[in-house]
């Protein structure tokens, strides 16, 4: 058969398209799940074991290895041109992801397994045996060093994880529909074999357009980072990554601190409260689970007791029991002033009768009614309600920045709410701009004294937090309440502009 | 008759459901649950002979026949006048009427309006029960007004905010639908030469003037057919409406109790509890001296009050009281009273109720879970989230599924509704939420069922400004009327309206100044 020569590119290509599956998946499970070395070396070890397996299975295949080796590929096809984009939206939606991940890898592995052994069978009518191995083999190594050197040099760079994958498939069934016509003479019902192929290729042309939804999806949960930890609770994905500059603790996807800078936002959450406020015994922490605001708080020997009040257990044992976060709080959570409540912090502060001195309120953003209920009028009452009428209570309030109506919504609904508020702001670079209120029942004055060490705060940078910048000062906004929740829809109107 | 699943499936859910039910896996068993439905039983025990005679005679100062809404505000309007020698007969074992409830879930009404400031007997029911703004003489306390986000509607595989569906809405729809919401302004606003409201809650208080009342004499899709509002999805919204509050399709809703159902809010907030209405149906209850599970069969009236002859199994008991007040609907009246002319203008739809307790929420596609939860394609209501005011938003929680037999033949529905069981109307409620849930199944720990059989008075056109209506309301030789259907439509603010006014009729003078 003088089209043998075209049918050795064909393994070439073969090969180069399961080579690259292989480094995809790689690639996607050291993204998600972190530990390069050992995601890698688990994969390449499962593929290279199911190569085998596939090997073996072919001697089952008797008849039709023609047609048998078109649909071989047009499976590889589909499997392998779909496997990032399965992979990232399993990982995202999945409990059992690990296992997802081995059986797509292994699925594949089989499948690319199978189509050396179908086309040396097919080809050995027209060679003889030693230039038949000597030619697929040297052809498959080619292939192999193409899609490596490709890999990280021009594909990951330009094409990304995703569109790689598809464009992959493409060419995997490209080589399928091309075999209905190179192996024409050995084919019955080649008319349904290149329907299949058309289909295969039609599909793999929708994913590759839809390529930046798929993306989108996906990038909700790729990180640039090694990650370190990551663990889902009914309540939200806890994951914590690490790179030069430090770690950094991501819940849903959204960057709750860089242990490079968070000393800033931590320092500028707590201190005006505290040195506001005329007692300091007892403090309440609302949210805050991580521990930082709460090594904060323990600086002051005046404080007598400190509640933190946060939804996740698994979010506060993490804080308390995993080193790199239990060594950036300074072992907060062992201090024997300290007591954790697991709870909803509306819940649990609408039964509590006691009373606080400070109030710490830092829940993550406004981007969920359930969140957009922590601050309604009603929450900042039944706060106003359990602290002493000299205390002081500080809250996270979002960018004044990037969400200026969302920010002041907070304010004037802490005014709502019976609070004299001083609104303030200063630079988070992992955030950007961050604003905070200080609140008191009564008059409250911006404080001019931070009364324990700090590495960012001193006196003048607090004075200068309660200045606002003409950009991010106050816009007419509506109060946010329990029954218009308006604050969720200023918030996501705002930073939909910047994501 | 035995229905199958598809039987089942076809009678309450539509044939090309029950043909796509039929295709999926064979049905899992059903969660557990049972029918806690009203009192038919011993309720038809009326229609039957001659009910055996009292052993034993108590003398009272006044009986309540009735432990509904109305009944209960009757108690509470005369225990705060200083009469404590009453007594409340309810056949049901618990009070609330068709506001009942469990402790933490509804099984009827479920909200209020909140009271414009005519409204002073609901003024004064909340202020006592501490649901105002502290300080505050009228504003309700924002937690117990319902939270947002109020509602959302399942289209097509995905749920978005609102009850209109304004995906997918042409120009020519959003262009009727802002007419329609000028012309229900302009009726919020209309004022009659005595300065009072077209639609006002209590009707009591609303115009009479023949240019409201002429609605009343026209069905709501005339109404709609002539202002060419044809669009399928605003029609969709009022008939929505009008099937929620009346247990109505347009055809049968008069025009007139259709609009009240939207110009008579005026933008007024939505007042609820876990538990629906059963919140202020507790706090009246404790002014209530009530014998539940008592059936009155009968109220004769005599030289110097009224005979009353009430039944628990077969024990039978009479009271002779100085006034009574009959507090249940006039279906009932008629049978009891067998001196007064009956009218056969009162008609009541039926309802069916389902609270399925669920182990965790329920996956759904777009706009988050609310408060009140609708889907387009479905004869049902939808349903409500028990946890919703409280503001659980994770973990387990009951589901109250309503469902509404709107169809034109009174008699015909209540058939449907108590010719299927508990396990038809599991069935139904699954079926039916499931397409919005695919995971609903699973996460379903129980399912009870409460099947309404004289649930709502229906506004059909001309009954609310009929003769008949008005003429129910008048006392009847020392027997005086409250219910809802007095009112012509079904709503807490009417029975309580009318619970009170029939309190005030027995007062007389010694009631002190009016609350009305």
């Not at chain 1, 078109?70 to 939206?89: I, K, N, Q, R």
């Not at chain 1, 062992?334 to 039964?351: G, P």
């Not at chain 2, 011993?42 to 001659?50: C, E, K, N, Q």
């Not at chain 2, 300080?135 to 905010?161: K, M």
Request: one cysteine or more.
């Amino acid at each position: 058969m003088n089209r043998t020569p075209i049918l050795f590119l064909n393994v070439l290509v073969i090969a180069a398209c399961g080579l690259m599956y292989e480094l995809l998946a790689g690639t996607v499970a050291s993204y998600v799940l972190g530990d390069s070395v050992t995601q890698f070396s688990l994969i390449i070890g499962l593929y290279l074991s199911a190569l085998g397996v596939g090997a073996w299975l072919s001697r089952f295949l008797d008849r039709d290895l023609a047609a048998r080796f078109v649909d071989v590929e047009l499976a590889v096809a589909l499997l392998g041109g779909l496997s990032a984009p399965m992979l990232f939206l399993g990982f995202a939606r999945l409990e059992w992801f690990r296992l997802f991940l081995f059986l797509v890898v292994f699925a594949i592995g089989v499948l690319v397994g199978l189509e050396l052994p179908i086309l040396m069978r097919i080809l050995k009518e027209h060679l003889d045996f030693k230039e038949l191995v000597s030619r697929v083999l040297s052809f498959d190594y080619i292939g192999s060093l193409f899609a490596a050197v490709l890999f990280p040099m021009f594909l990951m760079p330009r094409l990304g994880l995703v569109r790689t994958s598809i464009v992959f498939g493409l060419l995997n069934a490209a080589v399928g529909l091309y075999g209905t016509w190179l192996l024409r003479p050995l084919l019955r019902g080649v008319m349904m074999l290149r329907i299949r192929a058309a289909f295969v290729i039609v599909v793999l042309l929708i994913a590759l357009l839809r390529a930046d939804v798929l993306t989108t999806l996906a990038e909700d949960e790729l990180y640039a980072d090694d990650i370190v930890y990551s663990s889902s609770s009914p309540y939200q994905r806890i994951l914590v990554t690490n790179n030069a500059a430090g770690f950094q603790l991501f819940l849903n996807g959204n960057l709750q601190f860089s242990s490079a800078d968070e000393y800033r936002y931590h320092e500028a959450l707590v201190h005006p409260a505290m040195s506001a406020a005329k007692s300091m015994g007892r403090v309440l922490i609302l949210g805050g689970g991580d521990g930082l605001a709460l090594r904060e708080v323990l600086k002051y020997g005046g404080v007598q007791q400190v509640t933190l009040v946060d939804l996740d257990p698994k979010m506060t044992a993490l804080s308390a029991n995993f080193a790199p976060l239990r060594t950036l709080n300074h072992n907060a959570f062992a201090d024997r002033r300290v007591r954790v409540v697991n709870e909803d912090a509306m819940i649990w502060i609408e039964r509590v009768r006691e009373s606080f001195d400070v109030v710490i309120v830092d829940f993550p953003d406004p981007s969920s009614f359930s969140l957009g209920k922590l601050y309604s009028t009603r929450f900042y009452r039944l706060v106003r309600a359990r602290l002493v009428p000299d205390g002081a209570i500080s809250v996270q309030c979002t960018s004044p920045l990037y969400a200026r109506q969302s920010y002041w919504c907070i304010i004037r609904t802490l005014e709502a709410a019976g609070f004299s508020v001083r609104p303030y702001q200063t630079t988070v670079p992992s955030f950007g701009v961050w604003g905070f209120a200080l609140a008191s029942p009564r008059a409250v004055d911006a404080p001019s004294v931070v009364q324990v060490p700090t590495r960012f705060l001193d006196d003048a940078t607090l004075a200068a937090m309660f200045v606002f910048p003409r950009d991010m000062g106050p816009v007419p906004v509506e109060i946010n309440r329990l029954d218009n929740q308006i604050l969720v829809r200023y918030y996501e109107d705002e930073w939909r502009k910047w994501s | 008759m035995e229905l199958t699943r598809r039987d089942v499936l076809a009678t309450f859910l539509g044939a090309p459901f029950a043909a796509l039910a039929c295709r999926e896996r064979p049905a899992v068993a059903l969660p557990p649950g049972e029918l806690v439905g009203a009192s038919h039983e011993v309720g038809h025990r009326l229609r039957g002979g001659a009910p055996p005679q009292p052993s034993r005679w108590e003398t009272h100062d006044v009986v309540i026949a009735g432990g509904g809404v109305a009944g209960l505000a009757s108690a509470w309007r005369l225990s705060h006048a200083g009469v404590r020698d009453v007594v409340l007969f309810e056949l049901e074992p618990a009070l609330g009427g068709t506001s009942r409830s469990s402790a933490s879930f509804p099984w009827g009404a479920h909200y209020l309006v909140a009271p414009s400031p005519e409204n002073r007997a609901l003024q004064r029911l909340l202020a006592e029960m501490g649901v105002l703004e502290p300080g505050a003489t009228t504003t309700i306390a924002e937690e117990h007004l319902c939270r947002d986000p109020q509602e959302r509607l399942f289209y097509r595989g995905r749920w978005y905010e609102g009850l209109y569906l304004h995906s997918g809405a042409s120009h020519e729809d959003l262009r009727q639908l802002r007419a329609f919401e000028a012309e229900i302004a302009r009726w919020a606003a209309w004022r009659d030469a005595r300065g009072r409201r077209a639609f006002e809650i209590p009707i009591a208080y609303a115009s009479d003037d023949a240019e409201v009342t002429a609605l009343d004499r026209m069905s709501m899709r005339t109404w709609m057919d002539a202002r060419g509002f044809t669009s399928a999805r605003l029609r969709w919204l009022v008939e929505y409406s009008t099937r929620d509050d009346y247990g109505l399709l347009l055809d049968d809703t008069s025009a007139w109790a259709a609009l009240f159902y939207f110009a008579s809010r005026d933008e007024r907030p939505v007042v609820t509890w876990p538990e629906g209405n059963g919140r202020p149906v507790a706090h009246l209850a404790r002014s209530a001296q009530a014998r539940t599970g008592w059936l009155v069969t009968s109220l004769t009236p005599v030289a110097d009050g009224v005979d009353v002859v009430a039944l628990r199994g077969d024990e039978a008991v009479g009271v002779h009281a100085k006034r009574v007040i009959f507090a249940g609907p006039q279906f009932v009246a008629a049978r009891v009273i067998p001196s007064r002319p009956a009218s056969s203008a009162f008609t009541y739809g039926s309802w069916m109720v389902a609270n399925l307790a669920l182990r965790d929420r329920p996956q759904s596609h777009g706009f988050p879970l609310a408060w009140d939860n609708v889907l387009y394609d479905s004869p049902s209501l939808g349903y409500v989230v028990s946890t919703h005011q409280q503001g659980i938003d994770r973990g387990p929680t009951v589901l109250t599924y309503y469902y509404a037999l709107c169809g034109s033949d009174v008699r015909r529905e209540r058939e449907r509704l108590l010719g299927a069981d508990r396990d038809a109307w599991a069935e139904v409620a699954l079926a039916d939420l499931s397409r919005a849930h695919p995971d609903l199944r699973s996460l379903t720990d129980r399912i009870d069922v409460m099947r309404w059989g004289h649930a709502m008075i229906r506004p059909s056109p001309g009954f609310v400004w009929s003769e008949a209506r008005r003429r129910a309301a008048e006392p009847h030789h020392g027997i005086h009327f409250a219910n809802t259907d007095l009112s012509g439509v079904a709503l807490f603010e009417e029975a309580l309206h009318h619970g009170v006014r029939a309190a005030e009729e027995v007062l007389g003078p010694r009631g002190g100044a009016s609350w009305l």
